[in-house]
């Protein structure tokens, strides 16, 4: 399934630029890519989903018999809180039948995925003056699903190609994509439905221009010379081939109108009733450019992952150093996020931009040109793949932001000193940070923040400070570290060594050297003489 996903987001990358074809492709007349753009921009986030099969399905024949219990909804025309007059229609019973009997897993599925949702695009669309029915509509266009993009490159669970949420006001780039943020998305779809009811006067004609394009469902009522919905696809057939409505878009209205027969009567059709009391409580508010989001995750207790399931339109783990950005964190950790927030601190990479792949670029020598290591450059670009691809891009610092990578290797440097002098634990042989971690109930990353750690390399003798040395299992730690008896190492100078390099290779400090083996301040040292370390 794995592989299937990606080559179809690869194929989605490589043909978004030149198709335009059912509900994503052919929204808006201004949704066509340059193709310079598509080449130079990663289009597609790894964390993309591709539409489920059954978002694109088109139903034959019904497969399956619509029980009496369902026939009867399939006739009713009224549901409690939808306001459109339902059509019947062949292509409705089609999907009815589709998404109570073959697809019934599926729409079980995007029930579930909606409910954190549904209750916020209710009340924007209440604000609007939208009809009640329309909070459906990410049913049909992705199945509520925020991370999902289309062959064509639309995204999130409006399906917003780029140039249509361009005119409403949604950012998409390299560092953002919001089209994917559930909150903004769903505000600029309102006011495009709004846009649309406008210019149409009907809601049926809204959703088949939301799908196929204002300019295609205008064209095609000028030449069929009508002014409805089911008019129109009647008269279909007899438009020209290049004003002719696909088979998509004159099927996008009655598997809506399907989808909401189903959802007003779920509990007769013996799906579970969707809850409108799981919306998640977050606090929205503005990020300056460049804000290290993973500390910001990290200052709420909360992994990368999870905070970008708050926070999907994030691209990276850095803000988007040119603007000011929204991040939406949970009501019971805002106060500890927003205070990381009002520290100048937590804008590290503000001086950061892109640098475009060479061919024969490697993260080494990436590295060497830009004074930055490795592992920072791997964990800004949210990637652990050693694999670079030539005109893609990596996010490196520009002019100006060494002072803060510097900075910041200086406050590593002090925690570890700091560290070494309280440090309660010495490592030995076949130590790691997890295991230590596991033996005093703590985490890595409460090891690694506590000794200015950068990897999780570890040195048999390298002491290490252990957090709350209260705990019985660190008291006997410390107990037993005591007993580590003192060696006397003989250590031959080799060429490039100096005290410094040396001090660091045994966790022991430039003045213990110089006093173990007589050197004054001014004392110089050569390859091939022996000096007197005494480790533990």
Known sequence: MKVFKYGYLLAMTVLVAGFAAGCTANKSPQATLPVEEVVSESQVPEDADALEPEIIATPNEAEDHLSQTEQAVLNQRFGLLFDLEQHDSKDVELFFTFYTHKARKTMVRWLERSQPYLPYVRRVFTQYGLPQDLVLLPFVESGYNVRAYSWAGAGGMWQFMRGTGRLYDLKADWWIDERRDPYKATDAAARHLRDLYDRFGDWYLALAAYNAGEGKISRALKQAKCDTFFELTEKNRKLSRRIRLKKETKQYVPKFIAISKVFQNLDTLGFEPVSWEMEVEVVPVKVPGGTDLLALAREGGMTWNEFHKYNPAFRRQVSPPHMQATAYLPVAKADKMMAYLSNPGSRPFAGYSRYRIRSGDSWWRISRRFGVPINVLKSVNNTRSNTLRPG????????????????????????RAIASKRGNYVVRSGDTLWSLSQSFGTTVNTLKRSNGLRSSRLKVGQKLYIPNSSNAATKQAVKEAGKVKTQMVNYKVRRGDNLTTIS?????????????????????????QRLKVYVQ
């Open 392 to 415: 893609r891009y990596v996010m490196v610092p520009a002019h100006g932001s060494n002072k803060t990578v510097t900075a910041s290797a200086s406050s590593s440097s002090k925690t």
């Open 504 to 528: 660091r290779k045994f966790g022991v400090k430039v003045t213990d050297l110089r006093r173990w083996n007589s050197l004054n301040s001014r004392g110089t040292i050569y390859a091939g």
